[in-house]
């Protein structure tokens, strides 16, 4: 290896889902690195890959099952040593790596919350009795339900500027985005309303960007410990060991929010049945570095409180 390691001559391989929201983050993450370490762009090289969850945009993710949709070319690109990191929306990371990869590297998270989207109306409360509203994710189905149980749902997929055109078509009067994608791609023209992380539940990781590498490659571990930041894996190490402590996935309606304040870690987490009819919500607060009892103590206390088929319709 060089003396210097990344470098022009042996860059950094990037891996990324091909998106513009992936890309963007995975510029973010050259950035930093870049900063931290005084190194030219051409020290780094980002390369696309497609994932299963890109090649099916026809059929509902639901449908297809499976974990992983999204992230398993990326990670055999990373075993293989084709690629040296890659950098992922940790919303959409399962609880576990494959054998040989470990997370560890978070960037600081953008914003938490989800935005209402409509050309129309300003807010949940404000659409119509019966109103169709787009969303593929589970969580924000139940959500909404649970909310207004006489809105209709509708299955919607594709990035922003599909959704966006979906809702100028008539599809629906209204949609989710998370403001992290919005506020990464700039979007300002798209007509939108943070929602409180108090009254909808954000999924778990969301806004949080996790770099994934090869256990043993300290090379990277090195370079990649200059642009953690701490704060945001407390906070995830709650969220996503209350996930894994409920079984659940990105297909699960599952809710959680660990934050810091004062130097102690308060995390809530919710459940909702899929068709909106209940919901359950436990909170906890412990010190900063409990996050992952605290997120196993509630996960325990929410699946005994649901008892078997809460997530099943
Ligand atoms: N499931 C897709 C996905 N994964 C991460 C984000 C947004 C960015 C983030 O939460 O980090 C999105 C889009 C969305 O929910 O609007």
């Known amino acids: 290896m060089d003396e210097r390691y990344p470098s022009p001559q042996t860059p950094l391989r990037i891996g990324t889902r091909g998106s513009p929201l992936a890309l963007a983050q995975a510029h973010e993450t050259k950035d930093r690195l870049m900063k931290a370490h005084g190194l030219p762009e051409n020290a780094f090289h980002i390369e696309p890959i497609r994932t299963t969850g890109d090649a099916i945009q026809n059929r509902s993710l639901s449908e297809i099952g499976g974990k992983g949709l999204f ?22 990371m399962p609880v576990d790596q494959p054998d040989g990869l470990t997370l560890g590297c978070y960037l600081p998270r953008e914003d938490v919350r989800d935005a209402f989207v409509s050309l129309k109306y300003g807010s949940i409360e404000d659409l119509p009795e019966g109103s169709v509203v787009g969303t593929s994710s589970m969580r924000r189905r139940a959500q909404l339900k649970y ?28 949609t989710f985005l998370a403001m992290a ?54 906070r995830l190490a709650a969220e996503r060991t209350f996930l894994r402590g ?22 809530r987490g919710e ?24 997120g196993m103590e509630a996960a325990a ?9 809460f997530f099943s319709e």
């Not at 909310?147 to 959704?163: A, C, H, K, Y």
């Not at 409920?246 to 995390?267: F, K, M, N, V, Y």
């Not at 899929?274 to 412990?286: A, C, V």
């Open 71 to 92: 992230t398993r070319e990326i990670e055999e690109s990373l075993l293989g040593g084709r690629i040296d990191i890659a950098v992922h929306s940790m919303k959409d």
């Open 147 to 174: 909310r207004r149980p006489d809105l209709q749902v509708v299955e919607f997929r594709g990035n922003v500027q599909t959704r966006l055109r979906k809702l100028a078509d008539g599809v629906a009067s209204a």
């Open 181 to 234: 994608g919005l506020n990464r791609l700039a979007m300002e023209d798209v007509p939108y309303t943070p929602i409180p992380a108090t009254s909808m539940l954000p999924a778990i990781a969301q806004g949080a960007i996790g770099i994934e590498w090869r256990i043993g490659d300290e090379a990277i571990e090195t370079l990649l410990s200059a642009i953690h930041d701490p704060a945001t894996g407390l």
């Open 246 to 267: 409920l079984d659940g996935s990105c297909q699960t309606p599952i809710g959680g929010l660990a934050e810091l304040s004062q130097g102690r870690l308060h995390l």
């Open 271 to 294: 459940i909702i049945r899929p068709d909106g009819s209940e919901m359950l919500t436990h909170e906890i607060t412990g010190s900063e570095t409990d996050g992952a009892a605290m």
């Open 301 to 309: 206390l929410l699946r005994e409180r649901a008892g078997p088929g």
